[in-house]
């Protein structure tokens, strides 16, 4: 299993362009989610899933689109970027707990993209 | 918003000292997770202790959780140069957010030969 594959790895953007980060995992995933890392500030969560067809807001959702037509694919649109979404940004998959077991599952993350603007 | 506080920030130690991390959380949670991340790479799941659970090991790894408190410690013991990394905790969101998780700014360990 090659579990969660982010494409690309770096990425310099010019402020107005627009582009898609892809994500991909191959366990099966019910759960996915993108966050954003900066300095000082750990990881925010932008968008989630928790299946096929349904996605909602995070903490930080402005800016960014999501779409998950699969399981297995996840992709986060930058819809005009701007500076301040210089950052790096990983992708997570998470299994569904067994029916009646309250816990939030082990996330499993990418290896990251790291977005520079200018 | 952050949900977990780790405290300190950075820890400076040497190899085979124990490392001592802290983690403070405002409401309550399914569970607690923590997390390492080696410099730049992806996080990388260490234990999960769930709300009811007072203390859990995991190799040289010692976590414990004080829902009164709401507070956790991650305990690595003898460490090694190995384990410079960053490590955060996260909690989930007990009954919102579709358990989502919630991580907080992480502190930064570096373990000198």
């Known amino acids: 299993n090659a579990g969660v594959t982010q494409t690309p790895k770096f990425q310099v953007l010019k402020t107005g362009q627009s582009m898609t980060l892809q994500c991909a995992q191959d366990?099966?995933?019910?759960?996915m989610s993108w966050y954003r890392q900066d300095p000082g500030m750990g990881l925010r969560l932008i968008h989630y899933s928790v299946g096929a067809g349904i996605t909602d807001q995070g903490e930080v959702p402005n800016g960014y689109n999501v779409s998950r037509s699969t399981t297995e694919d996840f992709p986060l649109r930058l819809l005009s970027a701007a500076p301040s979404q210089t950052s790096v940004y990983f992708c997570?998959?998470?299994?569904?707990?067994?029916?009646?077991?309250?816990?939030?599952?082990?996330?499993?993350f990418g290896q990251g993209t790291r977005l520079t603007v200018v | 918003s952050q949900q977990g506080e780790e405290d300190p920030q950075a820890l400076s130690i040497q190899e085979g000292e124990n490392a001592t991390m802290n983690c403070s959380y405002k409401?309550?949670?399914?569970?607690l997770q923590w997390y390492r991340q080696n410099s730049g790479r992806g996080l990388v799941h260490l234990i999960l202790?769930?709300?009811?659970?007072r203390e859990k090991h995991s190799g040289r790894l010692r976590v414990t959780l004080d829902t009164s408190k709401k507070s956790s410690s991650l305990l690595i013991t003898a460490s090694r140069a190995a384990d410079t990394a960053s490590y955060f905790c996260a909690t989930d969101t007990d009954g919102g957010s579709q358990g989502n998780l919630i991580f907080g700014k992480g502190t930064k360990l570096s373990v000198k030969p």
């Open positions: 366990m099966n995933h019910e759960y």
């Open positions: 202790i769930r709300s009811n659970e």
């Open positions: 409401t309550s949670i399914n569970n």
């Open positions: 997570a998959s998470r299994y569904e707990a067994p029916y009646g077991i309250a816990i939030t599952t082990e996330a499993f």
